[in-house]
């Protein structure tokens, strides 16, 4: 296969912003340095969040001043208001990424807003970015398989939520399953819900591997021809407002799987499982993504 797929990094992001614990900006910054040089070139580097609520994510300003202007590295901020949209702005994130709840529930645990109000702050950034001119924009449409609290999420509520941000413009649209309780039949269901309902925006999807689906998930999507996932190094991740909730997909389990059947990712599947082992030292725990346990295959010299 020549398909080329994109793995954005969400490791310092979603990988550490439930971690016990906390990684100095220097490590935070070696961090990102190695996925870097493990190939990784969109990263979420930064969350624009009160850092009396999320400790983890506090520094935001300090790394991003850190991080070398260098082409083709691509930071992303992650953005939940106003406030944080010109955080992202004042510190050159190239990139911010807009989170929405696809439900009230999770919206006003995890926001302190609605879902209703969160698509107005949505509007209202749509807007402050035509007149700022960067960083680009996304958004993320989180628990989009199933609410830790309000319950099943419809495909219905889905699309009309992902019709509303194409129409406002948003070019990038993430389907997240932030509590890991998608399959893969559902995933490529909705994908082409979402697909049919907004055409012109490119699709992500950002899976968590809480209940051992996450891969057949990221299969599934990648044969419905999303060409786009989220992952985080060592199998990071975890929201704190999201009960149970474990990691993400590992990075290099995905690497792994996509590469052995042909397709390029552009990543350094040995300085990835590096990258892993060292994070995981730092928090003081082995790696979750089972390739940095058991390494690659065929093996260099066996």
Known sequence: MS????????GPRDGLQNEKVLLSTDQKVEFITRLRAAGA???????????????????AEEIMAALPAETGFSPIGLVLNARGWDRAVAAACAEA??????????????QGATTAEQMDTLATIVERQKIDGRP?????????????FDGEVSTA???????????????????????GVADPWTVRERISAVRAAAPAATLRVHFHDTRNTGLANAFAAVDAGVDVLDASCGGLGGCPFAPD?????????LVYMLERAGFETGYDLDVLIETARWVSAQLGKPPAASVSRAGGFPKIGA
């Open 3 to 10: 398909r080329r797929l994109e793995i954005v990094e969400v």
């Open 41 to 59: 070139r969109r990263i979420e580097t930064v969350s624009f969040v009160n850092p009396h609520r999320v400790p983890q994510m506090a520094g």
């Open 97 to 110: 990424n807009v989170v929405v709840c696809a439900t009230d529930g999770f919206g006003i645990r995890n």
């Open 136 to 148: 680009t924009l996304s958004m993320t449409l989180s628990v989009a398989f199933g609410c830790p």
């Open 157 to 179: 509520q889905v699309v009309a939520l992902a019709k509303a941000a194409a129409e406002l413009g948003v070019r990038e649209i993430a389907l997240a399953d932030t509590i």
């Open 245 to 253: 909730a474990t990691g993400n997909i590992g990075t290099e389990d």
